[in-house]
Structures are given as structure tokens and as C-alpha cells.
Nanobody, 124 residues
Framework: QVQLVESGGGLVQAGGSLRLSCAAS????????MGWFRQVQGKEREFVAG????????YYTDSMKGRFTISRDNAKNTVYLLMNSLKPEDTAVYYC?????????????????WGQGTQVTVSS
């Protein structure tokens, strides 16, 4: 069993930055591909970024490339999402996900665990 707890969300002005963190419990964190998704009320949850179990491979949705950076620290059981140049359309609840399979499947939405989400609001 893995529990995921996100933090770091909040209110920021357009053009600003935030760093989200997702702390995982359990000793098997390093065996999971990890990802960030986001959801706006009334819309489907969408993939934002993912990182392989060893941190070598990363994937991003096109609209986030160059603005968002995902990373992980397996020694701290934590995955991060650094978000720069934030836009009002980035406003959403951001969720952390863990998947024991491939990062490519995580990218398609497959997961074993979700976090509870953290709200990010970008004002114009």
C-alpha cells in the first residue's frame, strides 16, 4: 500500500511559479513510475507530467513542455513538479499518481494510487 500526499499548491499571479511536492509512504516508492495530473471541475483529469522509477525518463503534455519540470528523490520518497510561467488556464486541482507499470501507461491514465490533490489557482 502506498499513500500519496500532495502539498505546495496555492494562489499565484500569472507568470509566477510554484513547486508541488508529493510525499509517498512505503518502502517501494522507487519501484513506481510517478506522475502529475490535473483536473478542472466538470472536465476530465488530464496528464501533466510523468517520471520513470529511476528518474531517467520524463514525459510532458505539450502545453507544459518548457514550463513544468518533474523530478523525484527516491531517498526522500518524494516527487516534485516545478511550474514556471504559470497561466490562468493552469488553474486546477493537481493530483499525484503512482503506477507499478510503465510510465507510458501512466501517461495514458493507468495508476495504482492517487493522492488527494492540491489546488493551484493562477490569477490574471
Amino acid at each position: 500500500q502506498v499513500q500519496l500526499v500532495e502539498s505546495g499548491g496555492g494562489l499565484v499571479q500569472a507568470g509566477g511559479s510554484l513547486r508541488l511536492s508529493c510525499a509517498a509512504s512505503g518502502r517501494t516508492f522507487s519501484s513506481y513510475a510517478m506522475g502529475w495530473f490535473r483536473q478542472v471541475q466538470g472536465k476530465e483529469r488530464e496528464f501533466v507530467a510523468g517520471v520513470s522509477w529511476n528518474g531517467i525518463s520524463t514525459y510532458y503534455t505539450d502545453s507544459m513542455k518548457g514550463r513544468f519540470t518533474i523530478s523525484r528523490d527516491n531517498a526522500k520518497n518524494t516527487v516534485y513538479l516545478l511550474m514556471n510561467s504559470l497561466k490562468p488556464e493552469d488553474t486546477a486541482v493537481y493530483y499525484c499518481a503512482a503506477f507499478s507499470g510503465s510510465i507510458l501507461d501512466l501517461r495514458r491514465g493507468r495508476h495504482d494510487y492517487w493522492g488527494q490533490g492540491t489546488q493551484v489557482t493562477v490569477s490574471s
